[in-house]
């Protein structure tokens, strides 16, 4: 199998699980260019990881060699990076957020789907083995059917974080906890759930931070399936404590921690996943987690190229964890 030519577009705080990933992966992708408009960004990425780097976009989308591409430029930026790249021919994986609105992310969806390329999103929890375990459990009808499910990403980051330039903006995050931190709580609550039906919540930002978007949300949730829940997210709680999603069922109740998992069935039957011991990016350091979810999420997107089929984590799938955070935003 030739090794793939592609791209990293974006050499800011989300490269490194990224590039850790594509060096582990040589055998299978040579990395082409990295593109950062910052020179500091740019002399990094070269002298840490090997990789040439150009401050000229154009010339990636105009190389004809390079087929596919990381985009992992800021979420405002993505509907115009992504879309340029898909009607450049080349095969796309971007970092969570999708995009910052449901519309903008269904038509970037749909613009990946009329010119023919593989489109993914880097939610990489999903490759976590405790929420595969569980959702596995869940297809098998090992738990029954969930009456209850609830999400809780009690996150903490100081103000040194927000005071960095654009950090909780809506000009360059395009929002706060919702879209940066949470989305990955949400998305592995839907990904073992399914789609929701409805949502009422309450959206502040907390005098414990000055920032203009949200740093806390809490709200109920009712799924399609007629289970309910509760949602609750911040970025105000010291010290930060593992993402959790609970799981009430018929059989027994589930819960993943961070990394962690634990399953009791009302039969006395018992299934634990230990911890992997890192903060999973929930305290100060948003980049504390290995970068193996990442490599195996990587993987699975240049299966999908090769074999011709959506991602384990497509744009279509990604989807509605956007259309939740719109609603628990009050956008729709």
Not at 30 to 50: I, N, P
Request: hydrophobic residues 40%; contains cysteine; proline residues 4%.
């Amino acid at each position: 199998m030739a090794r793939r030519k592609i791209a990293v577009i974006g050499l800011g705080l989300a490269l490194t699980p990224h590039a850790k990933s594509l060096v582990d992966l040589s055998d299978r992708v040579e990395v082409a260019a990295g593109f950062s408009y910052e020179d500091r960004h740019r002399k990094a990425w070269t002298e840490t990881y090997g990789f040439p780097a150009t401050d000229d976009l154009d010339d990636i989308f105009a190389d004809k060699s390079i087929d596919t591409v990381i985009v992992l430029t800021p979420a405002t930026t993505h509907y115009d990076v992504v879309k340029r790249a898909a009607l450049s021919g080349k095969n796309v994986l971007v970092e969570k957020p999708l995009e910052v609105t449901y519309a903008r992310a269904k038509e970037l969806v749909d613009i990946c789907r009329q010119a023919g390329v593989t489109f993914g999103v880097c939610l990489q929890h999903r490759y976590r083995p405790s929420g595969r375990k569980l959702a596995g459990m869940i297809a098998a009808g090992e738990l029954g059917r969930i009456v209850c499910a609830s999400a809780h990403a009690r996150m903490w980051r100081p103000q040194t974080y927000y005071d960095e330039p654009g950090r909780g903006t809506l000009a360059r995050d395009g929002g706060g906890v919702l879209l940066t931190q949470a989305i990955h709580t949400l998305d592995i609550m839907l990904y073992l759930c399914g789609p929701f039906e409805s949502v009422n919540s309450f959206v502040t930002t907390t005098p414990i931070h000055r920032m203009e978007t949200e740093d806390l949300v809490c709200g109920s949730i009712k799924f399609v399936n007629g289970a309910i829940g509760v949602v609750e997210a911040t970025t105000a709680a010291y010290p930060g404590y593992p993402e959790t999603v609970e799981i009430i069922a018929e059989k027994g109740c589930a819960t993943v921690a961070g990394t962690a998992l634990s399953v009791r069935f009302h039969d006395g039957r018992t299934f634990d996943i230990a911890s992997d011991a890192t903060s999973g990016g929930a305290g100060a350091n948003p980049m504390d987690f290995p970068h193996d979810y990442h490599r195996d999420l990587i993987t699975d997107f240049l299966d999908a190229i090769e074999e011709k089929r959506d991602p384990n984590v497509s744009g279509a799938k990604a989807l509605e964890v956007i259309r939740l955070i719109d609603a628990l935003l009050g956008k729709s």
